[in-house]
């Protein structure tokens, strides 16, 4: 029966591109791909560079003296391959500053402070503040409450992620409104700052989560930060117990002026299509607090190895397959819109696009943002890729980074594939944004298994794609 499905799978594959021998072509897929793990699994250099990359460098944000050497280490690590091409594409990327200063406490009790990470991007207290808390669970609450309710006040934004869909992404996706327009929407009531629980599924985590917020034009910044689902908890436990807390925040968050950065780009010349182009990236940047392994040193390395796994097993490729290191993806998505905009100047032909930022655990498949005829030809690799425990080929969203390629203003390919890497996502958000997101928080296999099933996928779609 499992025959029968692969010839009809490539029987369709045929239909789409061209393939000599349906029978012939089965054995040699199956094959190279099992070659593919084999040297991931044996011979992989994924951990040794993301070791290098969160435990040299460390975390990596845009503007910091770390990122400058993660572009630089980048580019000789891909230089080592080597590749027909490596060179840097310069940015203009944000600098923001989280500053020394960061820490808040109920301000009866000052001896007693709790665990908070002031969200990217927003300003300072300018010394210690000091406001009501009042708790809120949604935008639309604050609205609610109006000037009335919410001016003068240090607004508390409490909602969890939500445990019950079995994708975490789908409940970040449905609370981290809150996180980014939390501040511009208090403010506008005459909040003095916001504090937001921490985007992560574990109830009782003393570290606090980071990620960006961001302002609107007209309306006063105020001091933004996230706290510890921990003293999240008991901030609301406390305001039912007392009816009202007086809290005390301070942190001297600052923004400097922008500077340059680079994407590091690395590929090799396709041997048919040159002029079309297969890429696959992640990003360079990370937050200022842990080591950035999962998001997004994993999928830094995820990309580099596919461009070494194609090189070990000797394989040409019909088109271009380039690998971007993107910068700025946390706090402004420079790179990715940079890189966008440089394609669409050159007219460079995209026909493929894949991204890794969903963690180095195991690869479960890929979303796919296609049309309906690409969208199916992708998912007819599943029966090849399915032993591999690749089994999610859905419809969705594939990544920030690659997203402006898919934009109006950009756009040159209508046919244009976009793929996201599926791991399992349980543990994401254990880790996201924080302290622990560093490199022994990674299992080699698990990110070994991963640069396969991308280097899988890429030589799939380089050889059929017409």
Known sequence: MKNIILIFTLTFITSFGSVAQVDETAISDSAFIRQIFDQALVNGESYKNLEYLCKVIGNRL???????????????????????????????????????????????????????KTLGGSVGTDGPMQGDLVEVQSLEDVEKLGEEGIKGKIVFYNRPMDPKPISTFESYGGCVDQRYAGAATAAKYGAIAVLVRSMTLLENDRHAHTGSMGYKEGIRKIPAAAVSTQDANMLHQYLESNGTAKITLNINAHTNENVMSNNVIGEIRGSLYPEKVIVIGGHLDSWDVGQGAHDDGAGIVHSMEVLRILKALNYRPNYTIRVVLFMNEENGNMGGKGYAKKAK?????????????????????????????????????????????????????????IGPLNTPENKVNPKLISLGLVPDSQRYFDYHHSETDVFDAVNKRELELGCAAITSMVFLLDKYLR
Request: cysteine-free; hydrophobic content about 40%.
């Open 62 to 116: 845009s503007g910091s003296q770390e990122a400058v050497q993660a572009v630089t280490w980048g580019k000789k690590t891909l230089e080592k391959l080597p590749l027909d091409r490596v060179y840097l594409q310069p940015i203009e990327v944000p600098y923001w500053v989280r500053g020394d200063v960061e820490w808040a406490a109920i301000s009866e009790e000052m001896d007693v402070d709790f665990s908070i």
């Open 345 to 401: 100047q050159m007219n460079e032909n995209h026909v493929v696009a894949i991204e890794s930022d969903r963690g180095g655990f195991s690869p479960r498949g890929f979303t796919i943002k296609a049309d309906s005829a690409e969208t199916v030809f992708v998912q007819s690799f599943k029966t090849l890729l399915d032993g591999y425990g690749l089994h999610y080929f859905e419809p969705g969203y594939a990544g920030v980074d």
